[in-house]
């Protein structure tokens, strides 16, 4: 039976953030049973096409689904269990540090939620504040040392090179993760289109540091990541051991199939005749209403998906073989293969490592990943 994961979308927050282009609703009052309820009814309509797929994470993200109710999750996990074949080795619960509160921990152990990813993003109360963040810096260590004492997995996210941060908030930043966590998500501020911060940039008023201080950024978080006992395995992801990496998300980068559930969710299904990709409608009247009826479905082609898969690999530290991924894919030939395989060979060793037919960025390579994936669309889109 094939595996797949499962990702389920929370869109409600307290507040909307100034970088954030997800799908999200600020709601005074939350229509947690409407929604939960539009959930279960997509699940059921999904069960039969997915039956044949082991679902081995689940994945709760948002918006902020720590927001949801443990009434609420309780449905959501019947509805999921009831529905699909759940062999899971993960669950992973997005959630703020305001939000780990006892309640949630003793409900999200009782379900079997076993790792969270908190969205600390500093312990700079100044550079949170314009982040627009609703908690501060002791907030988070509380929330890091409370989900500690409950056994939980942790993974925490930090945003750095944005408005106003110095370089020594950001090393201090990653010196006071390093005591909590094993898990850590890095990554530079991006400038989504639309949201707060691309108008106040398009206006002149946001203040970024230049192209040269961000890559001392990048270079301050790898050096001192690394000396703390961090291996990058992804662009922006860094664990202690393998056995702390993330792997939900580790399964995108794989290629593995998922089905994304609620608004703004995206799906990859592959069949024996095709592979599709979906993303669900961001209008939670259109979801209520009917979401099939209002979801995108495309037909990705055998090309197409067998680059994608070549270029997610090559974002990742994990062993891959063209040979073997392209063996899946019967419309492509050995040109193909020997085409992929050409790009790989024209790096040195300093940045992809060779053994047999199997490839692997190095750490220096990842820093790359940009040009190695370029190269690849050149050479085979």
Known sequence: ????????????????????????????????????????????????????????????????????????????????????????????????????????????????????????????????????????????????????????????????????????EFSSDLEIMGDYVDHISAYALTIEENTVFWK????????????????????????????????????????RGVEHQANHNSGYWLGRPYLGLGIGAHSMLRTPTQIQRRANTRSLKKYYEEPEKYREVEIVSAQDHAFERMFLAARTRFWFSPKEILSSFASLGDDFVIACESVFNRFSEVHIERAGDSYRLTSRGLDISDSIGKALAEKIR
């Open 1 to 168: 039976m094939n595996e797949a994961g499962i990702y389920v979308h929370y869109p409600f927050c307290e507040r909307l953030c100034p970088y954030c282009d997800f799908a999200v609703k600020v709601k005074k009052v939350i229509p947690e049973e409407q929604y939960t309820t539009a959930v279960l009814n997509e699940i059921k309509k999904s069960s039969k096409e997915w039956s044949h797929f082991k679902f081995k994470t689940l994945y709760l993200g948002g918006g902020t689904p720590s927001l949801w109710s443990g009434f609420g999750l309780g449905r959501l996990f019947e509805g999921l269990d009831s529905r699909f074949d759940l062999c899971l080795d993960e669950i992973t619960i997005e959630a703020n540090p305001k939000d780990i509160q006892t309640e949630n921990l003793e409900k999200w152990s009782t379900l079997g939620i076993g790792r969270v990813s908190l969205g600390v993003q500093s312990f700079s109360d100044v550079y949170l504040k314009k982040l627009g963040r609703n908690h501060n810096g002791e907030d988070a260590k509380q929330a890091l040392e409370k989900l500690n004492r409950y056994g939980f997995s942790i993974s925490a996210d930090l945003i750095f090179a944005g408005p106003g941060q110095t370089l020594e």
């Open 200 to 239: 106040q940039k398009k206006a002149g008023i946001l203040a970024l540091p230049t192209d040269e201080i961000e890559d001392a950024f990048f270079d301050l978080r790898d050096e001192k990541l690394s000396r703390i006992g961090f291996a990058r395995y992804e662009v922006s992801s860094f664990s």
